[in-house]
């Protein structure tokens, strides 16, 4: 079955760095999001994104986030300057966009900000 | 934001009977549910969901049951097993124009399910 890839399963920076967070979603969904959980706390919507452009954003979402799709196959989540709170887990989650069609999530990366 | 909610953080079962999973929610304009499944170090996974316009879907073991006056939904699984155990999250959203898989995912808490040999 295919599923949401995203890469690294890891990811340790040091506040105030750049980091770029991948996915490769599913290759016939034309939606795709980005969630965050931080630990303890509940699944949050961050962003969601159709047609090369944002089609919503949470109040999280804010100047230091960006998103991206470069090529035909990858989404990024970008983070210019890291804050110790964006440390949490981020998922990556994309959906066909046809009625009754769930978003599908990938196994998410870790990210700790020192 | 409290706007779905799961009251209970933990439920324990015995294997081979019922686990009935709660979610409340306060917004009116979410018009479709989902309930996913979590592993540890792995993501969500679809498990089943209702548009407001039913009040019941079941799917194999997995029923879940709407009742939009009390704004409340429930997952049952019968009969439970041991590989169920894992985190149950609820979700809803507000679809747009009639489709159902675009609009944000609001979650509740997470309900932790284990089921005892």
């Known amino acids: 079955e295919p599923e949401v890839t995203q890469t690294p399963s890891h990811q340790v920076t040091q506040m105030g760095q750049e980091v770029i967070l991948r996915c490769v979603p599913i290759?016939?969904?034309?939606?795709f999001y980005w969630y965050r959980q931080i630990l303890g706390q509940k699944v949050e919507f961050l962003v969601s994104?159709?047609?090369?452009?944002?089609?919503?954003k949470s109040e999280i979402f804010d100047d230091q986030f960006s998103v991206e799709r470069p090529d035909g196959s990858n989404f990024t989540l970008k983070i210019r300057s890291t804050k110790l709170e964006d440390s949490a887990m981020y998922f990556c989650a994309s959906s066909t966009g046809n009625s009754n069609q769930p978003q599908h999530f990938g196994d998410g990366t870790r990210l700790s900000i020192l | 934001d409290q706007q779905v909610k799961q009251n209970s953080p933990s439920l324990s079962v015995q294997e081979g009977r019922i686990s009935i999973l709660n979610c409340d929610y306060t917004?009116?304009?979410?018009?479709?549910f989902l309930w996913y499944k979590k592993y540890p170090a792995e993501g969500p996974t679809f498990l089943i969901s209702?548009?407001?316009?039913?009040d019941k879907n079941e799917d194999g073991r997995f029923t879940v049951f709407l009742n939009k006056s009390a704004k409340h939904l429930s997952l049952h699984i019968v009969p439970s097993q041991p590989g169920d155990s894992a985190v149950y999250f609820c979700?809803?959203?507000?679809?747009?124009?009639?489709?159902?898989?675009?609009?944000?995912?609001?979650f509740g808490q997470g309900t932790i399910l284990t089921v005892h040999p």
């Open positions: 994104f159709y047609n090369n452009e944002i089609s919503e």
């Open positions: 290759s016939n969904h034309l939606y």
């Open positions: 209702i548009s407001s316009i039913k």
């Open positions: 979700a809803a959203l507000t679809s747009y124009a009639g489709g159902t898989s675009y609009g944000k995912l609001t």
């Open positions: 917004n009116s304009m979410f018009d479709y």
